[in-house]
């Protein structure tokens, strides 16, 4: 006999993840060298770099921050058909958000390296971290770029660094500018953070902390004039204080030595709660 079917209560409301107000919020676009933008909210970073044959965009925060960035681009005179390249630093909701709707608005090619591509294709699901906590719209990598490969345009090259120090697929990027009539050095140092991760006889990741061992050492050794970071607060950057954008330089080097200690004292910590094993 089949069942008496007995009314249930509605199924539960999707629950998106939130985040905090800074990563939100708007600033107006400002010049960091000659032909680099900063285009982001006050603490996500997205820069866009003008060249001679189109522009480069080079992350994008989160997934609603799609409109504010074509706006902001438009602002600078920047049209979507002049986006040559977008480039992300790791695919984390809260960067590579937006990547989907910037890649239909501008036609651009999408360049990541292999383990990005496979994120972004899962829209950030099943991470290795944070299992389905902050998915975005998936996108199609188009070009795969290797460790040390370089993408030129309009007389520019921006090279690939691998520095795996977050997430698999982490990827720092760097370029030559011009500032007060001098070449300028500026490296897009990806983050350096394990917030939460399982450090110590990881399943999924069992040389997790080897990974970020080559990750600080590669970013020490980056040209780096100029550090920017994907949270701008992270290498002191205040963008939302248009009088006080940098007032606390870092160097590559003292970004990656105080990553790396914050790394120690975290496996001190873990390796405590195991009994110290």
Same mark, same amino acid.
């Given at each position: 006999m089949p069942r008496t079917l007995v009314a249930a209560e509605p199924l539960p409301q999707l629950q998106a993840y939130e985040v905090r107000?800074?990563?939100r919020q708007p600033i107006a676009p400002f010049a960091i060298a000659?032909?680099?933008w900063y285009i982001g909210t006050a603490g996500l970073a997205a820069l866009v770099v003008r060249t001679d044959d189109g522009a480069v965009v080079i992350d994008g925060g989160m997934p609603q921050a799609a409109p504010m960035l074509l706006e902001h681009l438009a602002g600078l005179g920047i049209a979507p058909a002049e986006v040559r390249y977008l480039l992300t630093s790791h695919?984390?909701?809260?960067?590579a958000g937006p *990547?989907?709707?910037?890649?239909?608005?501008t036609g651009a090619t999408l360049a990541g390296n292999a383990e990005t591509a496979v994120l972004l294709a899962r829209g950030g699901s099943d991470d290795i971290h944070f299992g389905d906590g902050i998915v975005f719209p998936p996108v199609e990598v188009d070009r795969i770029v290797m460790d040390g490969e370089t993408i030129e345009?309009?007389? *520019?090259?921006?090279t690939a660094h691998a520095t795996p120090a977050h997430t698999p697929g982490s990827t720092s990027w760097t370029w030559t500018d011009t500032r007060d009539g001098k070449p300028l050095a500026i490296a897009y140092?990806?983050?350096a953070t394990a917030p939460g991760y399982d450090l110590l006889d990881n399943p999924r990741y069992p040389r997790i902390v080897d990974d970020y061992r080559r990750g600080f050492a590669t970013m020490r050794a980056l040209p780096c004039d100029l550090l920017v970071t994907p949270h701008p607060d992270a290498s002191g950057w205040t963008p939302q204080d248009a009088g006080n954008r940098h007032p606390h330089p870092m160097t590559c080097a003292a970004y990656a030595d105080a990553a790396e200690a914050r790394l120690d004292a975290a496996l001190e910590t873990q390796r405590a709660a195991q009994g110290g094993r």
């Open positions: 107000e800074s990563w000659d032909r680099t695919a984390h909701g809260d960067h *990547m989907a709707a910037l890649k239909r608005a345009l309009g007389g *520019m090259a921006f140092a990806d983050s």
